[in-house]
């Protein structure tokens, strides 16, 4: 009697298994995800730029991703700069994808969209070389020991978040 009662829960807990497996990986695998509008392959700076902003460590506060409560509610400057809601699509040449993880700094997903501030690669250098004299109060370190270079391509990288 113990031995068909084993049979069964090993049975159950197999089809389990193989039912978990096929709702969450291979049903999805059927549905690819091409680019949306907003995705676009980057350049070579660009992809320096990135490379900068992952080994500095830029999205453990700034998120990329716009969740659907808050898009267009202008959590950082004026209502509706906030942008659209994050799609799957919009990270379709990302690879690994920053979505951050405490968010303790503004979200950058629509960054250089935002009139006067992220469409401004000046703006971006000056609060690169001096977060505060930009941001008062802001927790944001200084990046001023980057290169011209680094520094050059980390904006390049900054303006794709649009």
Same mark, same amino acid.
């Given at each position: 009697?113990?031995? /068909?009662?084993?049979?069964?829960? %090993?049975? /159950? ?61 202008? %959590? ?21 994808? !920053? ?5 303790? /700094? ?9 009139? /006067?501030?992220?469409? $401004? ?6 609060? !690169?070389? $001096? ?26 990288? %900054?303006?794709?978040?649009?």
């Amino acid at each position: 009697m113990k031995r /068909g009662r084993w049979v069964y829960l %090993m049975g /159950g807990s197999l089809i389990s298994l193989l039912l978990g497996i096929i709702v969450t990986i291979i049903i999805p695998a059927q549905d690819p995800v091409g680019p949306s509008a907003l995705a676009r392959p980057y350049t070579e700076l660009e992809l320096e730029g990135r490379e900068i902003y992952k080994r500095e460590g830029c999205h453990y506060c700034h998120s990329q991703q716009v969740r659907a409560p808050e898009a267009g509610q202008g %959590m950082v400057r004026r209502p509706g700069d906030i942008g659209p809601e994050s799609a799957p699509g919009d990270y379709y040449y990302q690879s690994p994808v !920053f979505w951050g993880t405490q968010r303790q /700094g503004p979200d950058l997903a629509h960054v250089a969209s935002r009139e /006067g501030v992220g469409d $401004n690669p000046a703006w971006h250098l000056a609060h !690169f070389k $001096n977060p505060r004299g930009i941001s008062p109060g802001t927790l944001m370190p200084s990046y001023d020991y980057l290169s011209d270079g680094e520094l050059e391509a980390l904006v390049a990288y %900054m303006l794709t978040l649009k």
